[in-house]
Nanobody, 121 residues
């Protein structure tokens, strides 16, 4: 079992930055790929970024490339998403997930409760 808890969301103006964290419990945390997804009201959940167990493989959605950075600290059981140059279209609930590496939400077995990011213009 893996439990995930996101934090760091909030209200920020366009062009600003936020750093999201996802704290995990469970002794096998380091064996999972970790991903961020987001979902805006009335929209489907979409992939944002993923990182494998070692950090050697990373992928981003085209919409966030060059602006967001995913990282993990396995010793602290923590996943991060550094979000720079935020745009209003980044407004969504952000969710961390653990499972097999991929961009499909169905690859992931464990999910956090989400943290809200709101970007004002």
């Amino acid at each position: 079992q893996v439990q995930l808890v996101e934090s760091g969301g909030g209200l920020v103006q366009a062009g600003g930055s936020l750093r999201l964290s996802c704290a995990a419990s469970g002794r096998t945390f380091s064996t999972y790929a970790l991903a961020w997804f987001r979902q805006a009201p009335g929209k489907e959940r979409e992939f944002v970024a993923v990182i494998n167990w070692s950090g050697s493989r990373i992928d981003y959605a085209d919409s966030v490339k060059g602006r967001f950075t995913i990282s993990r600290e396995n010793a602290k059981n923590t996943l991060y998403l550094q979000m720079n140059s935020l745009k209003p279209e980044d407004t969504a609930g952000y969710y961390c997930a653990a499972g097999a590496w991929g961009t499909d939400q169905y690859k992931y077995n464990y999910w956090g409760q989400g943290t809200q990011v709101t970007v004002s213009s």
